[in-house]
């Protein structure tokens, strides 16, 4: 079996290691690019929005790279992208007919663990139970090399640069428990700041595959440390294995803190991106940038409760919606000029006070 599975950002390197350690061969497409859009916009309904057609040209890159076996995340409730599995593969059959998809539901472990994952794999329980372990570290690990990375190269771009490669390489070797806590510490080592400290801090919120795949955001938080501006984020793939797993507490305080701006849940992750632009500003950070697929309903509706945040914390939020027309010329020019924005603000701030 040849397994093919879109990319997910630095957790793609995660969900690869889990599929390997249940013995699978894996069929990984080429990196996201123009080509990979351009196929799944050909292919995709018109108004269906960018994670479909970006994992959608993956699945194809990944059947040209002998892929027989396609994973797909599902049952995201009321969010459209859980069913977008059922609507790709009737776009690849119109393609070819050697091949299998399988929807991989998001909300039983019980079913993921003693179920499916046995019956794909061939495997018993107790090995799948071992991979999910290793899944939860692997994706920690990358959790906390991208809040290294996008310090790192607030206050030293080109140094972290250098360091990017090898890093990504230590993750994906990473097997065992104890080599990944070995990764982890030179990890650490390699990305020490030695006592510098970006000048600005911008909040990540939004749609969970455009906060976490950098194709799909055009590499924003590489933009934004460009400028001298550290990312900050809570999106990502082990806080939502948690969020699963019932035991993500940022979770339950984003629905606390969203709840004077949205008493009830629009769908999607509405709910967290307002509960997390709260927390940043809360936690004193210079702006909030919101990013989500155009034609997105809930982030359009959170889009209105982060406009009313800003009005009441005097925290500036650009928001920023993607398609495939989306340049990257604009995208530069608006975080260009948001993050002179927030270094206007700060220095009248620093003035103020004296």
């Given at each position: 079996?040849?397994?093919?599975?879109?990319?997910?950002?630095?957790?793609?390197?995660?969900?690869?290691?889990?599929?390997?350690?249940?013995?699978?061969?894996?069929?990984?497409?080429?990196?996201?690019?123009?080509?990979?859009?351009?196929?799944?916009?050909?292919?995709?309904?018109?108004?269906?929005?960018?994670?479909?057609?970006?994992?959608?040209?993956?699945?194809?890159?990944?059947?040209?790279?002998?892929?027989?076996?396609?994973?797909?995340?599902?049952?995201?409730?009321?969010?459209?992208?859980?069913?977008?599995?059922?609507?790709?593969?009737?776009?690849?059959?119109?393609?070819?007919?050697?091949?299998?998809?399988?929807?991989?539901?998001?909300?039983?472990?019980?079913?993921?663990?003693?179920?499916?994952?046995?019956?794909?794999?061939?495997?018993?329980?107790?090995?799948?139970?071992k991979a999910v372990y290793h899944l939860f570290e692997k994706?920690?690990?990358?959790?906390?090399?991208?809040?290294?990375?996008?310090?790192?190269?607030?206050?030293?771009?080109?140094?972290?640069?250098?360091?990017?490669?090898?890093?990504?390489?230590?993750?994906?070797?990473?097997?065992?428990?104890?080599?990944?806590?070995?990764?982890?510490?030179?990890?650490?080592?390699?990305?020490?700041?030695?006592?510098?400290?970006?000048?600005?801090?911008?909040?990540?919120?939004?749609?969970?595959?455009?906060?976490?795949?950098?194709?799909?955001?055009?590499?924003?938080?590489?933009?934004?440390?460009?400028?001298?501006?550290?990312?900050?984020?809570?999106?990502?793939?082990?806080?939502?294995?948690?969020?699963?797993?019932?035991?993500?507490?940022?979770?339950?305080?984003?629905?606390?803190?969203?709840?004077?701006?949205?008493?009830?849940?629009?769908?999607?992750?509405?709910?967290?991106?307002?509960?997390?632009?709260?927390?940043?500003?809360?936690?004193?950070?210079?702006?909030?940038?919101?990013?989500?697929?155009?034609?997105?309903?809930?982030?359009?509706?959170?889009?209105?409760?982060?406009?009313?945040?800003?009005?009441?914390?005097?925290?500036?939020?650009?928001?920023?919606?993607?398609?495939?027309?989306?340049?990257?010329?604009?995208?530069?020019?608006?975080?260009?000029?948001?993050?002179?924005?927030?270094?206007?603000?700060?220095?009248?701030?620093?003035?103020?006070?004296?």
């Open positions: 079996m040849r397994v093919g599975i879109p990319y997910f950002g630095y957790d793609t390197l995660a969900l690869k290691g889990f599929v390997e350690e249940l013995g699978a061969e894996v069929a990984m497409p080429p990196p996201t690019s123009k080509r990979t859009i351009a196929l799944g916009v050909k292919l995709a309904p018109e108004l269906v929005c960018m994670p479909f057609k970006i994992t959608l040209g993956n699945f194809i890159e990944a059947l040209e790279n002998g892929a027989d076996t396609l994973l797909m995340a599902a049952g995201a409730r009321k969010c459209r992208f859980g069913y977008y599995h059922y609507l790709q593969e009737k776009a690849l059959r119109a393609m070819r007919n050697d091949f299998r998809l399988v929807p991989v539901t998001q909300y039983s472990a019980y079913q993921f663990i003693f179920k499916l994952m046995p019956e794909l794999f061939g495997v018993n329980p107790a090995r799948v139970i994706s920690a690990l990358t959790r906390d090399f991208r809040r290294l990375l996008n310090q790192k190269r607030a206050v030293d771009f080109w140094g972290a640069e250098r360091l990017k490669g090898k890093a990504l390489e230590l993750i994906e070797l990473a097997r065992t428990g104890t080599e990944m806590k070995r990764a982890r510490k030179e990890i650490f080592r390699m990305f020490a700041l030695n006592g510098k400290r970006p000048d600005i801090r911008v909040g990540l919120v939004g749609e969970i595959f455009f906060t976490i795949d950098q194709a799909a955001n055009q590499e924003i938080e590489k933009e934004l440390a460009r400028l001298g501006a550290e990312v900050v984020f809570e999106r990502s793939l082990y806080n939502h294995l948690r969020h699963l797993l019932r035991s993500d507490f940022g979770y339950l305080r984003s629905r606390r803190l969203a709840r004077s701006y949205l008493r009830e849940c629009p769908g999607g992750e509405a709910i967290r991106t307002v509960g997390e632009a709260i927390w940043f500003a809360r936690q004193g950070v210079d702006g909030i940038v919101h990013l989500f697929p155009f034609t997105c309903m809930p982030e359009n509706i959170a889009l209105e409760a982060l406009q009313r945040l800003s009005d009441a914390t005097g925290v500036p939020v650009l928001s920023l919606s993607f398609d495939e027309h989306t340049s990257n010329t604009g995208i530069v020019t608006r975080l260009e000029a948001f993050v002179e924005l927030l270094r206007r603000r700060r220095r009248a701030r620093g003035l103020s006070r004296n």
